[in-house]
């Protein structure tokens, strides 16, 4: 973090040389209350254009964000636009750095515009992109099906297995082509595997060019910010659904990217002409989150382990994947506790019976929302198979483990003995 001593009071980052957590950070950083009458929290910047103080601040304003130039050393991005920045969105990308110890963040509209700006930023015809699987079903079918009609080819390598396992399917897949970017998915969406993400990105810039070489993606949603960080493993960038954990209450819909600055600026130049920024509501509500985000994820990360031990134990349940049963026996298990602070709130599971078994469930369920999405407040339960990974091809999903028998639960932060009582009864209707 830069020395606070020539930053204004509302960006410091210490108090003398304590340093200050970004749970801490979360009530203010960013935002100069003298800047809006005083108001302890940021109104909503309800405008879709900003006056400028001169028409040559308009004009340097613009050259930065169209990128005709590169910004100076203390140059920042002016406000023109509520389609390119606003004060809204301005304290959110400051906030959302800290937990990542990122340089930049850019903030979507939705998780998917994050993920398909980023990777259109740096992705050209004849180019590769290498990619963990399984995706998210959105994710999937963007790189499987929209990608490849601009000339651009997906190279696959499975979720779960340590480097030494897929490194040469790798290499073979790749071969001579021109490795441009790598997307990672860690843990996966829904199967809970992990994905080596030191090792991967040291692999993607073996395989690339030394003077240009890939970029390294990872969506972190599974985990949120609180408990992965990619970047100190090798990333250079970070994606969320910020729907997920960082909206956390299952209203508001948005996505970010963040990271190093010098692939940001290339994210955030496309982001203003394909117009696919968060809007200032988004921004205000995701602010409101972030502030009780540590307490939310904490209290679901520890409902998950009452829950994942009784499907262990419960003898309808056929196999549980969730980072926190995972024992040193695991071909993972080094991955998992040199890159994962907590096994998260996510957990799958397959049933008895098949389909119409976790069908049976799912419809018994009666404190638990059968709804898609993830990370809110209340615990959700959906069927992935015939739910969001629908259009993965079934002989895809059944190699990657998605079977007609998982189901997929995001557990909330109701109380736990809630939860288990509403699993139970739901399992006894199978």
Same mark, same amino acid.
């Given at each position: 973090?830069?020395?606070?001593r020539?930053?204004?009071?509302?960006k $410091?980052?210490?108090?003398?040389k304590?340093?200050?957590?970004?749970?801490?950070?979360?009530?203010?950083?960013?935002?100069d209350?003298?800047?809006?009458e005083?108001?302890l929290k940021?109104p909503?910047f309800q405008?879709?254009?900003?006056?400028?103080?001169s028409?040559?601040?308009g004009k340097a304003?613009?050259?930065?964000?169209y990128?005709?130039?590169?910004r100076?050393?203390a140059?920042?991005?002016?406000?023109?636009?509520?389609?390119?920045?606003?004060?809204d969105?301005?304290?959110l990308?400051?906030?959302?750095t800290?937990?990542?110890e990122?340089?930049?963040?850019?903030?979507?509209e939705s998780?998917?515009?994050?993920?398909?700006?980023?990777?259109l930023a740096?992705?050209?015809p004849?180019?590769v992109?290498l990619?963990?699987e399984p995706l998210y079903?959105?994710?999937d079918y963007l790189?499987?099906?929209i990608l490849?009609?601009?000339?651009?080819?997906?190279?696959?390598?499975?979720?779960?297995?340590?480097?030494a396992?897929?490194?040469?399917?790798?290499?073979?897949?790749v071969?001579d082509?021109r490795? $441009?970017?790598?997307l990672?998915?860690?843990?996966a969406?829904p199967?809970?595997?992990?994905?080596d993400i030191?090792?991967l990105?040291?692999?993607?810039?073996r395989l690339?060019?030394a003077?240009d070489?890939p970029?390294?993606m990872?969506?972190?949603?599974?985990?949120?910010p609180l408990?992965?960080?990619?970047?100190?493993?090798?990333?250079?960038?970070v994606?969320?659904s910020?729907?997920?954990?960082?909206?956390?209450?299952s209203d508001v819909?948005?996505?970010?990217?963040l990271?190093r600055?010098?692939?940001?600026? $290339?994210v955030?130049?496309?982001?203003?002409?394909?117009?696919s920024?968060a809007?200032?509501?988004?921004g205000w509500?995701?602010?409101?989150?972030?502030e009780?985000?540590k307490m939310?994820m904490t209290?679901?990360m520890k409902?998950?382990?009452y829950?994942?031990?009784f499907l262990?134990?419960?003898p309808r349940?056929r196999c549980?994947?969730?980072l926190?049963?995972?024992?040193?026996?695991?071909p993972?298990?080094?991955?998992?506790?040199?890159?994962?602070?907590?096994?998260?709130?996510?957990?799958?599971?397959?049933l008895?019976?098949g389909?119409?078994?976790?069908f049976?469930?799912?419809n018994?369920?009666?404190?638990? $929302?059968?709804a898609?999405?993830?990370?809110?407040t209340?615990?959700?339960?959906e069927?992935?198979?015939?739910?969001?990974?629908?259009?993965?091809?079934?002989e895809?999903?059944?190699?990657?483990?998605?079977g007609?028998?998982?189901?997929?639960?995001?557990?909330?932060?109701?109380?736990?003995?809630?939860?288990?009582a509403d699993v139970a009864?739901a399992?006894d209707?199978?």
């Amino acid at each position: 973090m830069a020395d606070d001593r020539d930053r204004p009071s509302y960006k $410091k980052t210490h108090i003398g040389k304590h340093r200050l957590r970004p749970e801490s950070l979360m009530m203010g950083y960013g935002y100069d209350p003298a800047l809006s009458e005083g108001a302890l929290k940021s109104p909503i910047f309800q405008t879709s254009t900003f006056v400028f103080e001169s028409a040559e601040a308009g004009k340097a304003y613009f050259e930065i964000a169209y990128g005709l130039r590169e910004r100076e050393p203390a140059e920042t991005y002016g406000l023109i636009y509520s389609r390119l920045n606003n004060p809204d969105l301005e304290i959110l990308e400051d906030r959302l750095t800290l937990w990542d110890e990122a340089e930049a963040c850019a903030a979507f509209e939705s998780g998917m515009a994050a993920i398909s700006t980023s990777l259109l930023a740096f992705l050209r015809p004849g180019d590769v992109l290498l990619h963990s699987e399984p995706l998210y079903g959105g994710t999937d079918y963007l790189v499987n099906h929209i990608l490849p009609e601009f000339g651009i080819r997906s190279v696959s390598f499975p979720a779960g297995q340590p480097m030494a396992a897929i490194e040469p399917g790798i290499r073979e897949g790749v071969g001579d082509g021109r490795l $441009k970017a790598a997307l990672i998915e860690t843990p996966a969406n829904p199967t809970n595997a992990l994905v080596d993400i030191e090792g991967l990105a040291a692999l993607a810039r073996r395989l690339g060019s030394a003077d240009d070489p890939p970029v390294v993606m990872v969506d972190n949603t599974f985990l949120g910010p609180l408990w992965q960080h990619p970047l100190q493993h090798g990333a250079d960038l970070v994606l969320y659904s910020a729907t997920k954990f960082i909206g956390g209450h299952s209203d508001v819909i948005a996505g970010a990217c963040l990271g190093r600055a010098e692939p940001l600026d $290339k994210v955030r130049t496309l982001r203003t002409f394909i117009g696919s920024g968060a809007d200032p509501w988004s921004g205000w509500l995701l602010l409101r989150s972030l502030e009780t985000l540590k307490m939310r994820m904490t209290a679901q990360m520890k409902n998950a382990r009452y829950v994942a031990d009784f499907l262990t134990n419960h003898p309808r349940v056929r196999c549980v994947n969730y980072l926190g049963l995972m024992g040193e026996h695991h071909p993972m298990y080094g991955v998992y506790r040199r890159q994962c602070l907590s096994p998260g709130s996510l957990i799958s599971f397959d049933l008895e019976g098949g389909e119409e078994g976790a069908f049976r469930f799912l419809n018994a369920l009666q404190l638990i $929302k059968l709804a898609v999405s993830l990370g809110g407040t209340e615990s959700l339960a959906e069927h992935p198979a015939s739910m969001t990974h629908a259009d993965v091809p079934l002989e895809e999903r059944e190699r990657e483990g998605i079977g007609p028998a998982m189901i997929r639960l995001s557990v909330g932060i109701e109380h736990y003995e809630d939860i288990l009582a509403d699993v139970a009864q739901a399992l006894d209707a199978i």
